[in-house]
């Protein structure tokens, strides 16, 4: 499998945790962790596509929730195929 380096993440220039934009916008999912996985097209990291990542920081809030909501089934894909390399979390929500 090839691994592909994403784009930056503007929301994590110069940063050492998740940014937070001004105005209560999501959080970024970026745990500098990047490792593309070339079947899905799947950041190991955090779950999300290449135009997710270049386009986090200028996406309006609505999509930024639309992309959080759909990375809960994306970790669980990568798990059970043995590709993720996120974080582990336990918590429903």
């Known amino acids: ?8 993440d503007p929301c994590r220039a110069g ?3 998740p940014a937070i934009s001004s105005g209560g916008a ?7 962790v990047c ?4 079947a899905s097209g799947w950041c190991r990291g955090c779950a999300r596509r290449l135009d997710e990542i270049a386009g986090w920081g200028s996406a309006p809030e609505l999509r930024q929730r639309q ?8 970790r669980i894909e990568l798990q059970r195929r043995g590709l993720w390399l996120g974080a ?3 918590a429903k929500g």
């Open 26 to 32: 999501p959080k970024s999912p970026c745990v500098n």
């Open 88 to 90: 582990v979390s336990n």
């Open 15 to 17: 940063s050492s945790g």
């Open 67 to 74: 992309i959080l909501d759909q990375l809960p089934a994306r």
């Open 1 to 8: 499998m090839k691994a592909v380096e994403p784009p930056p």
């Open 35 to 38: 490792q593309m996985d070339a």
